[in-house]
């Protein structure tokens, strides 16, 4: 009989660890929506207790995604299960995420507890969250570095708790399949009410192993796996979902798989892959298995000779089955709504009516300024909406003076705006530069009108051109940290000076949004 594997995403919560990546809920709600369309079983949505935006992200996802289970993160502490219920109120679908660790090092290092605790904390956790879902996943925190006999305990006791997923993970990719497998079968053979519960594991790439370690786990019994698209997360990442999906595909012929499925849609990996990565900006390496440029590229002579024959002599997957579009379309000015609407889709971007209105016209603009649209053109222009949360600043004017002995200086106006009325404030400054000069303009409007005494700290400021030739456009991504939590801003213009000054006004206006401070500025407009 053949058996599924769960698939358990985790890229809105585990992913958005990696170094750099910080979305708005907007966004997430973007790829949530995405992983929807994808099929998979659960999406982690975020961890709410830990900011305002990963609360915000996970009740607007909650709210929005019909059929997909909603899972939120938790330790083993009462406010987080609160918080994360609180979050989830909303969903259809509701798993709380709960977890503690259960390795000595961690037990005693970073806990300060002992064994004891750890188990008492666990099962009161697990019971405490069963008060608002019947579905509760508990974590072994680094299950793989953990005394077996105890953490097979624990397992038992949270799973009389009222614990319906187990999960195993592998925090810090310490494992190697056969040991990472052995592990699993052990819980399955040894702790007597497993079978009350779906076997989950959760690996680590420190040392590129995660996903055959999930496999192996498969192989020796867990029924769920927890992964990410590209392969994202803490330091080296997670297990990467696209393998794993097309591994337990693909291997039809080997008697230790033949028998398990999953139910994604396979052709919806592709523009998944391109989603997360344009709205995180985490590059995939051209390399990458399934969804990498290269993956099905062929260039030795032999090997193109050999595909065009018969594409089973060096192809194990069809690209059309993981949804890797075609032809590279390339769009001008004569494309119409529909064209830049089927190259949005194969490139993840589902998007409404309203949203599409208004990329098609600055398409259009930007097509009458360049001859060739590319991909990159045409996802810096969605992503630029995207990242925007409701507008209430807006650049309305700017001058800069500089060049070889001058002092840098610039002028800019900004519009306010509330309820469709808008007020505009104007300032001048000087700097190391034309970019520092127009921010320190747009800091002194804004930390009058707050009455703030310093601005939020610029932690990142990077700028690329998106795509080629001297007419390519500037994309400028700037974060801003503020009361411990971190902003972005995205602008784009042919103007690199315009990018980087709409960046920053992007980043204000969401800092101000997601900080409700908006009402903070008292002007009569
Ligand atoms: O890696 C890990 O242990 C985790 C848990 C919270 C599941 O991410
Ligand atoms: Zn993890």
Known sequence: ?????????????DGEQSPGASLTPKEKLEIALQLERLNVDVIEAGFPIASLGDFEAVSLIAKNVKKTIIAALARAKKIDIETAASALKFAKRARIHTFIATSDIHIKYKLKMSREEVLKTAVEAVKYARKFTDDVEFSCEDAARS???FMCKVIEEVIKAGATVINIPDTVGYSI???????????????PNIDKCILSVHCHNDLGLAVANSISAIINGARQVECTINGIGERAGNASLEE????????KNYELLKNFYTDI?????????RLVSNLTGIVVQPNKAIVGKNAFRHEAGIHQDGVLKQRQTYEIISPKDVGVPSSELVLGKHSGRHALEKRLSELGYRINKKLLNKIFIKFKNLADKKKY????????????????EKQQLELKYFHISSGSGIIP???VEIAIISDSKQKLFKEVECGDGPVDAAYKAIDKILLKLLNFKNPPKLVDYQLKAISSGKDAQGEVVVKLEYDGELFTGRGISTDIIEASIKSYISCWNNLLIRKKLTKKIKISL
């Open 1 to 13: 009989m053949k058996e599924k594997i769960y698939i358990f995403d985790t890229t809105l919560r």
């Open 147 to 149: 005394d077996v006999e």
């Open 177 to 191: 399949p056969e040991e990472f497998g052995s592990l699993v079968n052990h819980i399955r053979n040894t702790v």
């Open 244 to 251: 794993i999906v097309m591994i337990i595909k693909t291997k």
């Open 265 to 273: 849609n396979t052709k919806e990996i592709y523009p998944t892959s």
């Open 373 to 388: 649209i590319f991909d990159e053109d045409i996802i810096a222009i969605v992503n630029e909406e995207l990242g925007k």
């Open 409 to 411: 200086t610039a002028t």
